[in-house]
């Protein structure tokens, strides 16, 4: 059986690890996530990635989705990253560690 999972990647070492497992250059937009200029979804099928999108979180658009080596994402897998974007709010929530208080669940966008 066949599942999908669409997932936000959180952090600098989530981003680094998708851009090797898809052979392409998202570790070169961890400065654009951090500065809040964009974000980066994974398509994961049946636990392993097949595709990645850049959400621009100014322009509320997808800038590319692709998928291994930056080839463009099959319509179908497309339509799941558009699904996504038409759910108000895109909101992603990460849980973070604070010194001296138990886990704190916020917005990253």
Do not use: T
């Amino acid at each position: 059986e066949d599942l999908f999972c669409l997932e936000a990647l959180e952090d600098s070492s989530q981003v680094l690890r998708a851009a090797q497992a898809l052979n392409n250059c998202a570790a070169d937009y961890v400065g654009d996530v951090r500065r809040k200029r964009c974000a980066l979804v994974v398509l994961r099928r049946a636990g392993k990635l097949v595709a990645m999108g850049e959400w621009d979180l100014h322009r509320r658009r997808w800038s590319q989705v692709s998928e291994h080596s930056d080839e463009p994402a099959r319509p179908e897998w497309k339509a799941m990253f558009d699904e996504l974007c038409g759910r108000a709010p895109f909101r992603v929530e990460a849980s973070l560690p604070v010194d001296g208080v138990r886990r704190v669940r916020c917005s990253i966008f």
